[in-house]
């Protein structure tokens, strides 16, 4: 039988192998849009749960609407539709794979050192985060200039504005995470989901992700 550490790597290199495919080919907004389906549903899930004691009393059930249609909202007019802007407007495919090997470095930096070096923890909110895995975050962001250089083919100039919104889109990764992360705590769940073993649902692996394309179009598009 495999730990979770294992099943942990395997999922991750059978995504981004899915992702690197899926991310040249003409499936890329029908695989968008039922990743954004299913986020939303999970969503749902997470609400359910933190509502769950009151969704008989009216004022409860009106704000779980709410709840709902903003994420409904924000997952396919503001996620799904800055993806499709990166993807095919503003730069290219290799563009927005980039942004995503930021988020997903930033999220193995803040694994690894943080279960290597540990230290105090960063906040209550998610209590197996530490400053050292924040830490750890920010500088494995940093890998993936190197790794575009030499295996994509895809030049970015290393400056300090290039530094600067790698750093920028790893934070708001990490804000994204603590977000999802006090959502889960409010519901009393540990994951999203079960269909990605190691992980948890969709949500738990893109949890950062949702965040930090539609900001990095924002930095992109505007500065």
Do not use: W
């Amino acid at each position: 039988m495999l730990n979770n550490l294992s099943k942990r790597i395997l999922t991750s290199i059978l995504l981004l192998f899915l992702l690197i495919l899926v991310n040249f080919s003409f499936l890329f907004k029908i695989v968008l849009f039922i990743i954004s389906f299913l986020l939303f549903l999970e969503f749902i899930n997470i609400f359910k749960k933190i509502f769950s004691k009151h969704l008989n009393k009216n004022k409860k059930n009106i704000k779980y609407f709410i709840l709902n249609i903003f994420v409904f909202i924000y997952l396919f007019l503001i996620f799904a539709t800055t993806s499709i802007e990166l993807h095919d407007t503003i730069g290219s495919s290799i563009l927005f794979l980039f942004i995503i090997s930021i988020c997903i470095f930033s999220d193995i930096g803040g694994y690894v050192v943080g279960k290597t070096i540990g230290g105090k923890k960063l906040t209550k909110i998610s209590p197996n985060k530490t400053i050292s895995g924040t830490i750890g975050s920010f500088i494995f962001s940093l890998f993936s200039l190197i790794i575009f250089e030499n295996f994509f083919n895809y030049s970015v100039e290393l400056n300090l504005n290039a530094i600067i919104f790698i750093l920028i889109i790893s934070l708001v990764n990490q804000l994204g995470d603590l977000i999802i992360s006090y959502l889960k705590r409010m519901a009393k769940i540990k994951d999203t989901g079960s269909l990605l073993p190691g992980h948890g649902g969709i949500l738990d692996r893109l949890d950062g992700i949702i965040f930090a394309i539609p900001f990095s179009y924002l930095l992109i598009r505007f500065y």
